[in-house]
């Protein structure tokens, strides 16, 4: 008998992309380099990206260690921001944030939401709201640059 | 296999009855029992500290120290009985060895400001294991950033024991102190601090000693250790937050300088000139934690009306249950395995991470650590990013364990 | 003269019924009703506080941050809860701009340390009033006795009143930091706070203040006031002991060093490096007072419960009956008579020692405070070595000055 | 109706000493200068004393504010130790710190006790020892030359 909360939070498709993280590894041509470091475990994680032209995400990869949690998230991040532009990576984000942590999350389109929707468990499990969203959080570094991400 | 420890237990130290003293042991979480194993990072109150502090605060409280009025003198006179409370636990020799702190993390703080700080050079080195909690490593840190000390660090073996020798082997000419922690808080390992401090001494150097952990499950006599300072905390003894003493020898606080300054700690102060009082009120600055000191001595006094040794004895039974069953499943890996380790018990999962682990076992009620825990150049030397920690108190059952295990299975189910 | 504010009081605030939720307040001292008018040293607690902390302790508790466990969870939940209610409490931005540290001395020691420490050179100059308590004093002569640093001081008139003018006028191209009392917990007297920051910002002078007295009787917004530092003290506002809390504007914050280190400030710990945490978890390193927390913030709901008005004319009611006794006894002379003071009252007696004349009004039930007070520069200031003192809170009632004064006169017969 | 313990505490001769304190000012030929500070209350007093052959104190002043305990205490002890050895005011001062924590305070002398015993009412005010005590560590500290004393 499992709880019904943690049937949402493990769902075959977090474990997939957990066992099997898409885009995993270092990408060589990467022009935004970010590092994330989730102080309350101790998980990293480096994301690499290629912008191209028209601020248009060409590739992205992403290496590190983590909990299910952390490494499915970065591994379906990979998968939907590739190809789009910062901007709208950003917007994609801002949905993203509110949806693990059960706000408004009408701003992500009906495609991608159908996606992430298997992330809104982690809405049940407010401590691990942090390991959802730190890759999130160090793409977002990475583009401007700036300092190492941590996930809030 | 259990069946005669359970009689030794029975006949000396009933976990069922201590734990009847601890309200929040029978409340459940998520609609199961709450299996409790989170004591390394803090244990639960009896209703004996919570008491005694309660009717402190309803019918003794005041500032202590400056008032002449009956309840300052009844504050004053709790708030130094805790002192000597403190003092008869760690059976140090006088009362002025004991200053009162917010913790363990200010205790040391103090001592590497306080003590260290004016007498250390660029080039000086204290000497630390990898096994130190945060609190024990970030105030040698701040030397290090603001005065070029040197952390000398002594690793642990595979099993996580330290070895006396290799401690000994660290000291040089160019030491000023060594800063062990008595238990540590991830392996359990218990150091030995007999011939750690005897070594250090030959050589005139100073040894502070972490208690955070060791003080809860070991007995402690500062004399016999000939330690110089002690850290104990209040939270982990089964006290108050808000509260932790230091021990440190006479001649040493009497050498040091203040570490706050403000009210209780002066002997005067005028516009371009301020004096201090003696120990431990010199270290002792502003209005000290009173009702958790009421607390704190509660705590001792609760703990010390059990056979320490049948405790212990409780604990060490409930880890090796704990431990056999662990060995049993060839996808965990115990870290700290030292014979005589205190009953703490980390471990690591294949294909499970410790905060998913962490999460399965708590919607069964079951409340572990995941993490680093505090101790980050540890799990560096076991090139671990995390481990599940479950820490064991004298209120925990052999039950308890059988739940924690059962659990483990289910989340390798879930995950694995 | 009385029935008129009594009219008033009982439409808005009944001291009364307050008295109820203070469970030491019916308890008698030598077969007297208590009168306890020791408030300025500490206030009393609610039952609404010691029943938040004991539900809390025996329903929730855990080490906060760091756990995945519903306790933790749940711990965590309370002490950032509390973290808000303080925010809200002085009307700060950001909640990262709170920092809990274990009372008012160790707030105004952690900016003298992390923020001006590092900024201070041989000749700098501090700014201070000479009413400062000595835990807004201590922590800058360290900065004298360790860097050079002089301390201004700006005196008081003899009302005891602090012109804003003469604190600007002492801000010169030397001044670093400018910090001042709230209120003075002799003098009761209230400081120009807006006047003064803002002059000291047209320096760019940073002004601390210290809000330990001025928190409990004054409403306080430090947006409003644009003050860089303000700090608060958990019991001398209903709350428990071991706990106060830091205001600092975030850019400023952020740029200061840690004070204490250890467990939960870092970011990462290696070897040979450490990184720390954002505020405000760079300054909480280890376990901080996670009970305390909660009851700090049931302290702070409890007397915002009131009309906080309301609650400081019940209290200036006090002052001005106790005020005009006093100034009918020809042997008594009030130290602090500055107009829209608080409900502080110091005053010497002829030929009665603070010390004798506490000591019989004891055992009349009734607890003043005789000394320095820790303000021993303004006990220079005006000439005396010691005063008494009787300071109200919100359960005084007008009975209770009555009570103080015919003891006075029993005092003034055994030793007049 | 006067409370019990105060009656005893400030018994009319103690009143007397503190208002008409003996032996109160500068000795101008003092040997030895002392001085005390109660950190409790701010009282300070200094102790003179003229210490002769066979190191007998010729002569021994006081001066200082304090509470009516600390100088009716002052002026009882220059009374009594004056024209003894230090020998003999060090005994009386160990009897006299045991008679006012109301401990056995049998060392002193029956002569003695019957000018002593009126400050063993002290004994019910535990917060007031440090008051009656200070003058007799300040002399002790002048006669040992050394550092400021404090009441303990
Ligand atoms: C070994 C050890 N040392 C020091 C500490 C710090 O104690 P505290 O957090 O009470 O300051 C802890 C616990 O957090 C500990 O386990
Ligand atoms: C004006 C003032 N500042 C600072 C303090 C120090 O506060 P705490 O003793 O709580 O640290 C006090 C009270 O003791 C005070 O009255």
């Known amino acids: 008998m499992m709880d019904e909360s943690l049937r949402e939070l493990y769902q075959e498709v977090i474990l997939d992309h957990s066992r099997h993280p898409r885009h995993f590894g270092v990408l060589a041509d990467a022009n935004h380099v970010g590092e994330g470091h989730n102080p309350l475990c101790g998980d990293r994680v480096k994301v690499y990206l290629h912008v191209g032209a028209g601020d248009k995400i060409d590739d992205i990869s992403f290496e590190g260690k983590g909990c299910a949690i952390s490494q499915a998230s970065a591994s379906m991040m990979t998968d939907l921001v590739k190809g789009r532009s910062i901007a709208e990576a950003e917007k994609l984000m801002g949905g993203f944030l509110h949806l693990v942590k059960g706000e408004d999350a009408s701003a992500i389109g009906a495609d991608d939401r159908e996606h992430l929707d298997v992330m809104a468990g982690v809405q049940a499990f407010p401590m691990r709201v942090k390991c959802a969203t730190l890759a999130w959080h160090t793409m977002k570094s990475a583009l401007e640059g700036g300092n190492p991400a941590k996930s809030e | 296999?259990?069946?005669?420890?359970?009689?030794?237990?029975?006949?000396?130290?009933?976990?069922?009855?201590?734990?009847?003293?601890?309200?929040?042991?029978?409340?459940?979480?998520?609609?199961?029992?709450?299996?409790?194993?989170?004591?390394?990072?803090?244990?639960?109150?009896?209703?004996?500290?919570?008491?005694?502090?309660?009717?402190?605060?309803?019918?003794?409280?005041?500032?202590?120290?400056?008032?002449?009025?009956?309840?300052?003198?009844?504050?004053?006179?709790?708030?130094?009985?805790?002192?000597?409370?403190?003092?008869?636990?760690?059976?140090?020799?006088?009362?002025?060895?004991?200053?009162?702190?917010?913790?363990?993390?200010?205790?040391?703080?103090?001592?590497?400001?306080?003590?260290?700080?004016?007498?250390?050079?660029?080039?000086?080195?204290?000497?630390?294991?990898?096994?130190?909690?945060?609190?024990?490593?970030?105030?040698?840190?701040?030397?290090?950033?603001?005065?070029?000390?040197?952390?000398?660090?002594?690793?642990?073996?595979?099993?996580?024991?330290?070895?006396?020798?290799?401690?000994?082997a660290a000291i040089g000419p160019k030491t000023k102190m060594v800063a062990l922690t008595h238990m540590s808080n991830v392996l359990g390992t218990v150091t030995p601090l007999h011939e750690i401090i005897a070594n250090a001494h030959t050589s005139g150097i100073p040894v502070l000693v972490d208690g955070c952990q060791g003080a809860v499950h070991e007995l402690v006599d500062v004399q016999d250790l000939?330690?110089?300072?002690?850290?104990?905390?209040?939270?982990?003894?089964?006290?108050?937050?808000?509260?932790?003493?230091?021990?440190?020898?006479?001649?040493?606080?009497?050498?040091?300088?203040?570490?706050?300054?403000?009210?209780?700690?002066?002997?005067?102060?005028?516009?371009?000139?301020?004096?201090?009082?003696?120990?431990?009120?010199?270290f002792e600055a502003g209005t000290p934690p009173i009702i958790e000191s009421v607390g704190l001595a509660a705590a001792i006094d609760y703990l010390s009306s059990f056979d320490r040794e049948a405790v212990a004895a409780h604990e060490h039974r409930l880890l090796a249950r704990a431990t056999a069953a662990l060995e049993d499943l060839n996808w965990v890996k115990i870290v700290g395995t030292t014979p005589g380790?205190?009953?703490?018990?980390?471990?690591?999962?294949?294909?499970?991470?410790?905060?998913?682990?962490?999460?399965?076992?708590?919607?069964?009620?079951?409340?572990?650590?995941?993490?680093?825990?505090?101790?980050?150049?540890?799990?560096?030397?076991?090139?671990?990013?995390?481990?599940?920690?479950?820490?064991f108190a004298l209120y925990n059952t052999l039950d308890e364990v059988d739940v924690l295990i059962a659990a483990l299975h289910k989340a390798r189910k879930i995950l694995g």
Request: hydrophobic content about 40%.
């Open chain 2, 1 to 168: 296999m259990t069946a005669q420890p359970k009689t030794i237990q029975a006949a000396t130290f009933d976990p069922v009855l201590a734990r009847a003293d601890f309200p929040i042991l029978s409340r459940e979480v998520y609609g199961k029992p709450l299996v409790y194993l989170d004591n390394a990072a803090s244990a639960q109150k009896p209703r004996q500290v919570l008491d005694a502090m309660e009717r402190f605060a309803t019918g003794e409280y005041a500032n202590v120290h400056r008032g002449v009025h009956y309840l300052s003198a009844a504050a004053t006179g709790r708030y130094e009985a805790a002192r000597e409370t403190v003092r008869k636990f760690l059976n140090a020799k006088h009362e002025d060895e004991i200053v009162f702190t917010k913790g363990g993390t200010e205790a040391i703080n103090l001592v590497a400001s306080s003590y260290l700080g004016p007498r250390i050079e660029a080039g000086d080195e204290i000497v630390l294991s990898v096994m130190e909690h945060h609190s024990n490593i970030v105030p040698w840190h701040f030397l290090r950033e603001r005065h070029g000390a040197v952390l000398k660090w002594i690793d642990v073996a595979d099993d996580g024991s330290l070895d006396a020798e290799a401690v000994a």
């Open chain 2, 226 to 282: 000939n330690v110089d300072f002690y850290v104990i905390t209040g939270h982990k003894l089964y006290g108050p937050t808000g509260i932790g003493a230091l021990y440190g020898k006479r001649v040493l606080l009497k050498g040091m300088r203040p570490y706050n300054g403000g009210g209780e700690m002066i002997r005067e102060v005028t516009r371009d000139l301020v004096t201090y009082a003696d120990p431990p009120m010199r």
């Open chain 2, 341 to 391: 380790k205190g009953a703490i018990l980390s471990f690591e999962t294949e294909g499970m991470h410790a905060h998913d682990l962490a999460t399965i076992l708590d919607r069964e009620g079951v409340a572990v650590r995941a993490g680093h825990h505090c101790a980050q150049p540890l799990m560096e030397r076991f090139g671990v990013a995390s481990t599940t920690r479950a820490s």
